[in-house]
């Protein structure tokens, strides 16, 4: 696992909870944790790299409500969110958010950490 580091690579899955997570209390979300997000990858063939947003509140800013808001006319587009998700406050990206993403080879794939630390709420990890 690769800790506090988001990794550069094509998006298969923007974010796995906006999918099926509806907010109900018999639905939760499928990722709630850095475990559950590597599971979700492991679950989609086209997935080796995942990055979990390990802040209920959110994380970071940058997430644009408008590039990323669902489109039912491409409901599988992996740029935006599915029926379920959107953008937070502030233009966080949503707390719980596991994305999933793939590169040809997911260990020198780019790395960024602007911030490193217990105080950086993004996790990220492979898996060959």
């Known amino acids: 696992m690769l800790d506090f ?5 094509d998006l298969v899955v923007l974010d796995v909870n906006s999918q099926t997570y509806n907010g109900g209390p018999n639905h939760p979300p499928q990722a709630t944790n850095a475990a559950t997000c590597c599971d979700a990858c492991k679950a989609n063939p086209k997935c080796n790299i995942w990055v979990f947003c390990n802040d209920r509140d959110g994380c970071t800013s940058g997430c644009n409500t408008k590039d990323r808001q669902f489109n039912p006319s491409q409901p599988s ?3 935006r969110f599915g029926q379920f998700g959107s953008c937070g406050p502030g233009g966080k990206w949503p707390g719980f958010m596991c994305s999933l993403k793939h590169a040809a080879d997911p260990c020198t794939a780019a790395r960024m ?3 490193v630390g217990p105080q950086q709420p993004w996790v990220s990890g492979t898996r060959s």
């Open 77 to 79: 587009d992996p740029q």
């Open 5 to 9: 580091v988001e990794v550069q690579a």
């Open 113 to 115: 950490a602007s911030e």
